[in-house]
Every structure is written in C-alpha cells, then in structure tokens.
C-alpha cells in the first residue's frame, strides 16, 4: 500500500507470530534458529506509532499500524491503569495494561498494546474460547432456533441454574487444555429447562472470565473496574451478573467502531482520551450487588476445574 513497498511490520503484528523478543523488541535469534527460519524472510519491525511511508498515490503519511484488537482497545484513547478489558464475541478475549512493564505469567499470555520510538506499553492477556461460540453450541445442539435474542429475558428470570463446564472449543487460558466434551454438573434429579441451561451457558462465559481476573490480580496487579465490548455484552444481565460476580463496576461504553477510532488515536498520537467524542456518548455503568447465590455456582465450577 505503500510508496516503494518497504517490507516492514509493526511491533504488535510480529509479535503475534510468537517469534519476536518482547523486551528487545526484534526478532528473536533463539526462537528463529528452532524453527529453521532465516531472519531475511522476515521483514523489519518498527513502532506501532512511527512513519511507515507514504499511502500510494495520495501523498498522506501512515503514522501507526497495529492489529485489530489492539487498536480497538484504545477506541476511547489512553489504556486506563486497572481497568479490565474484556470484549465478548465468539470468544472473549482478557486484558489488563501493565503499563511500561513487561510481566511474565506461566498460564497468561503478555502482548504489546502499543509502542513508540519513546516507551512501549504492554498488555497480560488471557482468553475464553467458548463464548459466543458457545451459544451456537447449545443451539445446534439441542436443535433450537438462535436462542440470543431469548436471552435477555431468560436472564432477568432464571435465578438458579445449574453449572455448565465450558470447554467449547478447549479450555483456554489459565487451563491451556483440550477438554472432554463440555456437560451440566448434576443438580438434583430435575432436568434443567431451556431458559436455565441457556443462563447456565451464559454463566459460564462469566466465570472463565473471572478466572482469567483472579489469575491476573494475583500477579499483583490492581483491577478497579471491567469495560465490556463485544456482541454478547449487550446483554444488561450478563453485565450485571459480571459485575455481581467480581464486585467490580462493569462499564459498558458506546464505541460503534472502536478499531478505526483507536487507530486514528494512535496515528494522531493524542496523550489522552477522545473528549470531543466522549461529549453526548452513552456509557452504561453497572454496579455490583450480592452474588451469593453466583459465586456458589462458581465455587462449583472452579472445584471442578481444579482452580483452587
């Protein structure tokens, strides 16, 4: 796309491939020479904010390149310190800003958010396989129409359902395992109904998402709150359930194209947020409230897993 086609690539794009040093920032030697891959096949890495060249034809500069969820995290502008992203689609995908830290975790992921010529931010990233995955499961499973738009409703009523393991798809992280088929724990001699199954799914979401929270926290780190993007997180119940279920507020903002306002961001290289934007913008704040009930289930859910 470029003036002179330069072969380069972008901080966070080469380290997606798993072959670059996250603390150098350059190809890694070692991980190159086990795989059998010469460094001149690869192109050149540079910042996601620096200058890349010129747009062919049109004389307009490209002054950041990142992947696209990593320019979707920054939609409302800087990475706050311990808010939680968490988008839920198909999957969910976990992150927390570590700042300028790289930290290291045995069962999470660490990612670069962002980079310049001046400081890099780095993200601990977990991920949850069988979101909305999930739900397309359950209704090819039990041969059911789209059960989404039912949702909504089946989560303002159903208050005990039974406990779903979630293991559409393999367990991601902590867990990096590929499970048996998912199923219902036992609960009493009762068959579940509809609704309860599908909430019990839904839970599911929830508490590999809260797994994910706790392994995060336990590396020190501060989470305050939770922003939730994502097809599934226009549920007002799944976010009340999440916010119930961590006792942390659950902030649900009105970003419709949160990847192309972010990269912008990023290519004007603003030091803070979108205010112009923010201006008359719908935010959703959902606060905790008891979860006693919720956090038994989850209890259930992690015993089974084997999570403490």
């Not at 939609?75 to 300028?100: E, M, W, Y």
């Not at 041969?143 to 039974?162: H, N």
Request: net charge negative.
């Amino acid at each position: 796309m470029l003036e002179g086609t330069p072969c380069i690539v972008d901080h966070v794009n080469a380290s997606r491939t798993q072959l670059m040093d996250l603390q150098k920032h350059e190809w890694s030697s070692e991980l190159l020479g086990q795989f059998g891959i010469a460094r001149e096949l690869l192109p050149d890495c540079q910042p996601t904010q620096s200058y890349f060249g010129t747009i062919r034809g049109t004389g307009i500069p490209l002054t950041a390149v990142n992947g696209d969820q990593n320019a979707a995290i920054h939609g409302p502008g800087k990475l706050d310190d311990g808010t939680l992203i968490v988008n839920v689609g198909t999957g969910a995908f976990v992150l927390l800003s570590t700042n300028t830290q790289l930290m290291q975790h045995p069962s999470l992921l660490a990612s670069i958010a962002n980079s310049s010529a001046d400081h890099v931010t780095y993200l601990l990233e977990g991920t949850v396989n069988g979101a909305g995955a999930a739900i397309k499961w359950a209704t090819d499973q039990w041969g059911e129409e789209d059960l989404t738009p039912q949702l909504a409703s089946w989560l303002s009523t159903v208050e005990t359902p039974p406990v779903f393991i979630n293991t559409i798809g393999g367990l991601g992280s902590p867990f990096w395992r590929s499970e048996q088929n998912p199923y219902f724990l036992p609960n009493g001699q009762v068959e579940p109904s509809l609704p309860e199954k599908a909430v019990a799914i839904v839970e599911s979401i929830l508490f590999l998402i809260a797994i994910n929270l706790e392994a995060m926290s336990n590396t020190g780190q501060s989470v305050k709150r939770i922003r939730i993007t994502g097809g599934l997180s226009a549920l007002d119940g799944l976010c009340q359930r999440l916010a119930n279920l961590t006792q942390r507020v659950v902030v649900r903002p009105e970003v419709k194209q949160a990847t192309s306002q972010g990269i912008a961001w990023l290519a004007a290289n603003l030091s803070e947020g979108w205010h112009d934007l923010r201006e008359g913008s719908h935010v959703d704040y959902f606060l905790p409230k008891d979860g006693r009930s919720l956090k038994a289930r989850y209890r259930q859910f992690c015993s089974e897993l084997g999570w403490r």
